[in-house]
């Protein structure tokens, strides 16, 4: 009998999404009456439960996805079962422990880990354990890997230095120079992300291949030469994140001509686009392929903006706005989410090949899902815009006034937050359900 | 269909090699400007900013949340300072929980804001935006960049 743990993963990982969604629109409530139960759940208190939550959706998902494909799917006989066990128990007994650390305020750590320090210790280990089921289990079964195993390994490699790397700061070195400490701290955030995307990267490839019943997608030329500008950037390509950091003007140097290589992206996804467009191939994984191709689009969308403000002169304007918050909800939601979902639905079709995912609410959820995605996004470009505004070409009026002018669209910031919410709830629960059917004694 | 993987085995350790340069370079870079090294006081003002997650609405260098503002320079902007700071920390306005630093913990922050002050300036308004997309930033006591 196969190992339960994967559909696990799988399940923690959709409460996660709805636990991280809940909390990000309690946090975001406060946008729109600023002392609305304050002291009892500050704005402070609820935004490290919503970005821990949402984050641990992408990974957790990520990590179920990949343990899925190579047991249930690959049919490989897992190194060890035991160890994908232990796996999930720490993450299981970490989560849990990070949300009483939140509740009781032992939040010493920074921005994305700030529960109390010492919880990335069991995090290290969950990873480390995947790492070597990983890598024994590739290793005794496959020879000359396609893009997305290597993918997958390298962001489990990196994730393990990235966030040793965010936990830097613990040491006096790092710590007692602000500049070079701030830098790094930033540094390991997008390179951290850089890892995940190789994990979540790898799945849509991997989907593809399956989907269009094509190897070559994920074997050919092109395929490995992504992997490799992705794995540059994630490399190297943090520092647009620091423009306006007074480091050495080398790391920038270096972090603007590492980012314009995505422009290649940009080109490729321009290039392809007919082509990938005019291939619907409906009648094996509906949902599955039509997430990938809502990821098309939010691809297309999230880059051009990535690749702007990815220039100096341009990010001068939008560091520091909701410009940056609409480029990480774009990628996180648009990007990460419409491929996990897509893994969601091929895996549920897997386990259930008679599971009907083409639903008429499910398709409804869809729609509205991208519907809202997009005025939510927008929503966030605009507030950016004038605070940009305010920032640089106005320069007059109090702090205060100029999040007063922002309300209409946080309201619509809001609304269409809980659009999403409620879409991916009906998309979301079918699969839960089947999830739960399939755990059962 | 496999594929032959000597050759990217090859390429990946090559970027692991520059990789690792890179970083030992990085770890040992200071910033562009000299300055102090964060003294005990500052470093548990920056505790204090940790222990309450000022960071989820605040921003430094731009970089956090964006319900309060920057607080890169609110130790040396005009109309603020360490008394508009302290006056404002337990004060509880807006969005702000009411806190309750002691006098020694305001200074601690106050501390802290002093010097990260002093590494730097953002917003950036007298940085040089070039034709070819680069910025030129204005650093602290400097007029323009090397």
Sequence with gaps: ???????????????????????????????????????????????????????????????????????????????????????????????????????FDYTEGREYFAFTPVLIVPILIGWVLFGINYFKTLYKNVKGWPVYYWMWGTGIVFMCYHLLEAHFWLFDFFRLNFIKDFSIQWKSYGSFTGSWNMLVYGISIYLMSKIKKDSNVATNKIAFFFYFLGLTNLMFGWAHHTYLLPTQPWIRYVAYAISMTEWVVLASIIYNWKRSVLKVEKENHPMAYRFLLSTDLWIFLNIILALLFSIPAINFFTHGTHITVAHSMGTTIGINTTILFSALFFIVHQIYPDFKTDRKWIQRGFISFNISLFFFWISLLIAGGKRSYWMYVSKTGLFSEMQDSLVPYYISFFIFGIGIFISLLIVATPIFKAFLQKIKP | MSTNSRPYIFAIAILLAIFGFYNYVVYNTDGYVAVEKLSPMAVKGQQLFQNNRCWSCHQLYGLGGYLGPDLTNVYSAEGKGPTYIKAFLNSGVKSMPQFTFSEEEKNELVEYFKQVDETGIYPNYDAEIEATGWVKLKYRNETSEH
């Design chain 1, 1 to 103: 009998m196969k190992s339960k743990a994967p559909i696990y993963f799988l399940l923690f990982a959709m409460s996660a999404l709805f636990l991280g969604m809940f909390f990000g629109l309690t946090a975001s409530f406060q946008y729109l009456m600023p002392e609305f139960l304050k002291e009892q759940i500050p704005f402070s208190k609820m935004r490290p439960f919503h970005v821990t939550s949402v984050i641990s959706w992408i990974v957790l998902c990520a990590t179920g996805s990949i343990y899925f494909f190579l047991t249930y799917v690959e049919k490989f006989k897992l190194f060890s079962p035991l160890l994908a066990k232990i796996h999930f128990i720490i993450f299981l007994l970490t989560g849990i422990a990070i949300y009483f650390s939140f509740a």
